[in-house]
Nanobody, 125 residues
Framework: QVQLVESGGGLVQAGGSLRLSCAAS????????MGWFRQAPGKVREFVTT???????YYADSVKGRFTISRDNAKNTVALQMNSLKPEDTAVYYC???????????????????WGQGTQVTVSS
């Protein structure tokens, strides 16, 4: 089992920045990709970004050039630096851990088995 705990959400004005963190515990995350998803009110959860164990990254087009994902394998943590935030970035952000599966619809082919409880990000205009 893997437990994921997010932190760092909050309220920020458009154009501002926030940094989300996710701490993992319970087992080694070797071979696991770590991803971030988000869900806005009334919308389905959507992929934001993911990073493999070796550091390979994928981003949704909507966040490319503004968001940066990173991970510290020694500390079992993953971070999401969000710059130039827009009101449409408002959502609950979830950290997730997963492995490659051929049936996965997500970039990189990762299917996510473990999820955090989410952290709210609100961007005011």
């Amino acid at each position: 089992q893997v437990q994921l705990v997010e932190s760092g959400g909050g309220l920020v004005q458009a154009g501002g920045s926030l940094r989300l963190s996710c701490a993992a515990s319970g087992r080694t995350l070797r071979t696991y990709a770590m991803g971030w998803f988000r869900q806005a009110p009334g919308k389905v959860r959507e992929f934001v970004t993911t990073i493999s164990w070796s550091g390979g990254t994928y981003y949704a087009d909507s966040v490319k050039g503004r968001f940066t994902i990173s991970r510290d394998n020694a500390k079992n943590t993953v971070a999401l630096q969000m710059n130039s935030l827009k009101p449409e970035d408002t959502a609950v952000y979830y950290c997730a851990a997963g492995q490659r599966r051929s049936s996965s619809p997500y970039p990189g082919g990762y299917a996510y088995d473990y999820w955090g409880q989410g952290t709210q990000v609100t961007v005011s205009s």
